[in-house]
Nanobody, 117 residues
Framework: HVQLVESGGGSVQAGGSLRLSCTAP????????MDWYRQAAGKQREWVSS???????SYADSLKGRFTISKDKAKDTVYLQMNTLQPEDTAMYSC????????????WGQGTQVTVS
């Protein structure tokens, strides 16, 4: 049974920071990489950031410079450091892990809520 667990969300004032964690046993070292997504109320889920097996990272253009993705293989955890948060960053943040020969299987955590006021 695959279980991803996100944590670190909460309420913060504009300009503040949060660090989200996603514990994903067995996924941080596979060949598929891991991703963060977010979904604001009434909106479609959007991609936030990805980190590959070799540690290379990518970000949504609107978030570059404010968000940083990283991972700790020893802890099987991927992080999302979010700085200078704005009200428009308010959303449910979820991590996604993939598996399979072509990374065709998707696994999601339950999400962690971030509210910026």
């Amino acid at each position: 049974h695959v279980q991803l667990v996100e944590s670190g969300g909460g309420s913060v004032q504009a300009g503040g920071s949060l660090r989200l964690s996603c514990t994903a046993p067995g996924f941080t070292s596979n060949s598929c990489g891991m991703d963060w997504y977010r979904q604001a109320a009434g909106k479609q889920r959007e991609w936030v950031s990805s980190i590959s097996t070799d540690g290379s990272t990518s970000y949504a253009d609107s978030l570059k410079g404010r968000f940083t993705i990283s991972k700790d293989k020893a802890k099987d955890t991927v992080y999302l450091q979010m700085n200078t948060l704005q009200p428009e960053d308010t959303a449910m943040y979820s991590c996604r892990a993939r598996a399979g020969s072509w990374c065709e299987y998707n696994y999601w955590g339950q999400g962690t809520q971030v509210t910026v006021s």
